[in-house]
Every structure is written in C-alpha cells, then in structure tokens.
Nanobody, 123 residues
C-alpha cells in the first residue's frame, strides 16, 4: 500500500465521539509521518493533527484537548480519536503521508493524500 486509506467517519450528535483510522503501510526506504486535515464545504483545507516518527503529537488549537492522535506498534495504522464533537467539526477528514527521511537515494513520494472520510456532527 502506498496511498493512505481513511475509515471511521459517520454521523453523530453533538458531544459524541468517533475514531478515524488511516491505513498507511510502512516502507523500508521511505520514512513518513502522518497528519490529519479536514475541509468543510466552501472552506480551505486545514491542519488538524500530526504525529512524527519520534511520537511527538501536534494539534490545531481548535481540537486540542478533544482529539487524540496515535499509531499502532507497527506504524501501519494511524488513529484520530475525536471526543466532544461539535457541529463545526463537520468536514471531510483526510489522512496525509509526508516524507520525513529516506534510507537510500531511491525516490519516495513526498506527499500522499487519502480519499477522505466524512464526519457530520448534528446539533
């Protein structure tokens, strides 16, 4: 697998929770870190969260304290636990692979986007 694949989106009421998954298989040569972005209709795509290979998480101010990013032990899947969801969280959520490091000069795709998974939060 090269392109990330998102899943776990759906429709929930305000205050509910969802857990998004991003399947992102590793590569022996290409080392990536994973990010989550979201885009609402008529809005620009915005950063949500990221986690680097050293495990340092980063969050947008709008989701800090409510969302948690994590990975499995094999770095094959990245998760976004979303709690206390608000209507303004409604958007298409995208997983992004971004090249961090490569072992050899063999080429690696620098940026890869998933197809997105829809999250809808009703009041």
């Amino acid at each position: 697998q090269v392109d990330p694949v998102e899943s776990g989106g759906g429709s929930v009421q305000a205050g509910g929770s969802l857990r998004l998954s991003c399947a992102a298989s590793g590569d022996t040569n290409c080392r990536y870190y994973m990010s989550w972005y979201r885009q609402a209709p008529g809005k620009e795509r915005e950063f949500v969260s990221s986690i680097e290979h050293d495990g340092i998480p980063r969050y947008a101010d709008s989701v800090k304290g409510r969302f948690t990013i994590s990975q499995d032990s094999g770095w094959s899947t990245v998760y976004l636990q979303m709690n206390s969801l608000k209507p303004e969280d409604t958007a298409m959520y995208y997983c992004k692979r971004q090249l961090l490091f490569r072992i050899s000069p063999d080429p690696c795709p620098p940026v890869l986007w998933g197809q997105g998974t829809q999250v809808t939060v009703s009041s």
